[in-house]
Nanobody
Framework: QVQLVESGGGLVQAGGSLRLSCAAS????????MGWFRQAPGKEREFVGS????????NYADSVQGRFTISRDNAKNTLYLQMNSLKPEDTAVYYC??????????????WGQGTQVTVSS
């Protein structure tokens, strides 16, 4: 079955950086568009960014544009989210998802369990 496993979350001070990873199995990763979403306490899940199968097409939410970078290594079946200049409002559980490049979560067929990112002020 398809498994997406996020890692790399943690506690960081404002202005710091983190890199999240999402290890994929059970799907043809090299042919799959992927996305990152996040959900803060009491808020709806929101789109962070997405990448197509080759990495040649990227989309970002306005709130993270210029600070976050999505990349992928198809040889390692792994998706990445490099997060720089982190802000307290970036605090959330971060999820990777497979199956689309759209910003709407309903188009994604598979989801990871999430990893917590906490940014202290």
């Amino acid at each position: 079955q398809v498994q997406l496993v996020e890692s790399g979350g943690g506690l960081v001070q404002a202005g710091g950086s983190l890199r999240l990873s999402c290890a994929a199995s059970g799907l043809t990763f090299s042919a799959s568009s992927m996305g990152w979403f996040r959900q803060a306490p009491g808020k709806e899940r929101e789109f962070v960014g997405s990448i197509n199968w080759s990495g040649g097409r990227l989309n970002y939410a306005d709130s993270v544009q210029g600070r976050f970078t999505i990349s992928r290594d198809n040889a390692k079946n792994t998706l990445y989210l490099q997060m720089n200049s982190l802000k307290p409002e970036d605090t959330a559980v971060y999820y990777c998802a497979a199956g689309s490049i759209d910003s709407d979560s309903k188009y994604y067929a598979y989801w990871g369990q999430g990893t917590q990112v906490t940014v202290s002020s």
